[in-house]
């Protein structure tokens, strides 16, 4: 059913540039073998624009050090399986007063500490049963199959250290993860570089798989940062000091420690902080429940107003119509904040969204005295195993049908619009050539697709590559990151307009979110997001692209779409005085 875009000047323009001219290969092979250079790596940049940065590492906010040097000591250490979480919290206990007892001879180092759990805990559970510590972290796949799928070997009183292995196995795949605390934290005002990259790397190893790194990037690190993302810099990233893993079957609790004298965080800070974060975490979990009372509305504005995205669209629809523009598409982003009775708990938000999660993943990232930042997307960035690395094109958006029969009719119609196939074609073809850049084969399956979730359904593909080193992953991160879907074509040309035209901060919403770990590392892109906090409501992000076709009406029509998972929480009517003061 896919009809390709045609006889417009922006379709046909593109088509001449980016697609092959036969259109049936699905896939391509790099003809030149030269990897990209120390310079291309600098950064994480926008095509011209490069960071020089200074060769220094960072950890909990110190600098310092070679970014290359190893740190000394890198250990899983696992105990015997306990039946509550309550029990796995006391033998951790018990595991950091001997660490501290009898602490390691190495002057940098990251060890984990993992006590299995028979029953199954939900992580999300385990995270609102916390009382707010902070800061802290939430990653879920977007299913089962899409995770590491490592388990713990079975406790040998032989081993006689305690210490057991991680070996794959199928039935037991870690399905979510929530962490409090921080072992380490990478954060900068600065963009996110190379060094900053190896810095977070020095500290995960294959040999400790579930050691990882959770965080997000900004959107774009060269814009102004507003007052509600000031805590996250222009990247954060932490790896937690205590987390609950929820396996399909059972789950683990784990905590971290990480130090390095040179950096000026010692074993001896690092070990009192994990043992306060440890005797501060709740020994009970509750059941959350995922339906919570609505709150009400108090106020809410849209930043643009809809008279200002017609006119933002327009302007844009004649950049991309004219003759002395190399625009092609750009992606528009809104802001919608509400101001509510009394404060949303974003955790609480985050457990309704998992309703309508499937084919998505869900993070929440709160750095202390800070809101959160949640989300639900279905939009993968990269996931990286060894040297195995996937992407995928997401484009093109309608509404689910109210029955089997008008749904079917919606996607024949999606599949059929020459300006939804532009759209997809475009981040379709981009994403493979940024592949091909650091990969020695790329292969795309299916050309196009529907993939469907809860309330809408997109155009779809996947992108699949062979890495030549695992150090080409800070290319592909920073390559990828941004794609058509979020930003637009030409890259740098709808950075500027975008720049331009939006007035409000889109901070790390559109940007990676995701972890970096040993042999394994996945992002998604932090769209079907917003930052929750006290006193600041809800701010709810959603973009759309313009291509040439689109419609102002109908472009603010699918933002309205985008964030009525997040309006679903909410009552519209004000409530009385009366019923305010009860």
Not at 153 to 165: D, K, L, M, T, Y
Not at 184 to 203: A, G, M, N, T
Not at 491 to 520: K, N, Q, S
């Amino acid at each position: 059913m896919a009809v390709a875009a045609g006889g417009g000047r922006g379709g046909g323009r593109f088509l001449a540039r980016l697609v092959d001219s036969s259109g049936s290969s699905s896939s391509s092979t790099k003809s030149s073998a030269s990897g990209p250079s120390m310079a291309s790596r600098l950064s994480f940049h926008f095509h011209a624009y490069k960071y020089q940065s200074s060769c220094s590492l960072s950890m909990n906010g110190c600098e310092g050090g070679d970014p290359t040097s190893p740190i000394g000591n890198a250990e899983t250490r696992s105990f015997p399986a306990v039946a509550t979480p309550g029990l796995a919290v006391d033998r951790l206990s018990s595991a950091v007063a001997s660490l501290k007892a009898s602490p390691p001879g190495f002057g940098s180092g990251i060890i984990r500490l993992q006590v299995p759990i028979h029953e199954k805990i939900e992580a999300i559970d385990w995270l609102h049963s916390q009382h707010q510590l902070l800061p802290r972290c939430f990653f879920s796949g977007r299913n089962p199959s899409g995770n590491s799928d490592y388990f713990l070997e079975p406790f040998s009183v032989a081993n006689g250290n305690g210490n057991g292995h991680l070996r794959r196995r199928t039935e037991h795949k870690l399905v979510s993860v929530a962490g409090v605390g921080s072992a380490v934290f990478f954060r900068h005002v600065r963009p996110f570089s190379y060094e900053d990259w190896l810095s977070i790397k020095r500290f995960l190893c294959t040999s400790c798989p579930l050691i990882r790194a959770y965080g997000a990037i900004r959107f774009d690190a060269r814009s102004n940062v507003s007052p509600e993302w000031e805590a996250f810099g222009s990247f954060y990233f932490i790896v937690p000091q205590v987390e609950l893993d929820e396996l399909e079957e059972s789950s683990m609790l784990a905590a971290t420690i990480a130090w390095d004298n040179a950096l000026s965080w010692t074993w001896e800070k690092a070990i009192n902080s994990l043992e306060a974060t440890i005797n501060q975490v709740s020994l009970l979990v509750m059941k959350l429940r995922k339906q919570v009372p609505k709150a009400f509305i108090l106020s809410n504005n849209h930043v643009p107003s809809k008279n200002y995205w017609d006119l933002a669209v327009k302007r844009a629809l004649q950049m991309i119509n004219g003759d002395e523009s190399a625009l092609i598409k750009v992606v528009l982003a809104r802001s919608s904040r509400f101001l509510t009775a009394t404060d949303i708990d974003p955790i609480t938000w985050l457990a309704c969204l998992q309703i309508e999660g499937e084919n998505a993943y869900q993070f929440c990232l709160q750095p202390p005295n800070a809101p959160a930042f949640i989300g639900n997307t279905p939009e993968q960035l990269f996931h990286r195993t060894r040297l195995s690395i996937s992407s995928e094109a997401l484009a093109g958006t309608r509404a689910r049908g109210e029955s089997v029969a008008s749904d079917l009719q919606i996607e024949l119609d999606l599949l059929s619009s020459p300006k939804d196939h532009l759209e997809f074609t475009i981040v379709r073809e981009s994403i493979r050539r940024k592949l091909e850049a650091v990969c020695s084969g790329v292969v795309v399956e299916p050309r196009k697709a529907i993939r469907k979730l809860s309330r809408v359904q997109h155009l779809h593909a996947v992108l699949a590559g062979k890495l030549r080193s695992e150090g080409d992953e800070f290319d592909i991160l920073s390559s990828l990151h941004p794609s058509p879907a979020v930003c637009g074509f030409p890259t740098e040309e709808a950075r500027l307009l975008i720049a331009e035209t939006e007035v409000f901060d889109r901070g790390m919403y559109a940007g990676p979110v995701g972890w970096f770990g040993g042999g394994e590392s996945e992002f998604a892109v932090g769209i079907r997001s917003a930052l929750v906090g006290k006193g600041l409501g809800a701010l709810i992000y959603a973009g759309t692209g313009i291509v040439e076709g689109s419609n102002p009406s109908s472009e603010w029509d699918e933002l309205e779409i985008k964030i009525s998972q997040f309006k679903k929480l909410l009552k519209l009517e004000v409530p009385s005085q009366q019923r305010l003061m009860t």
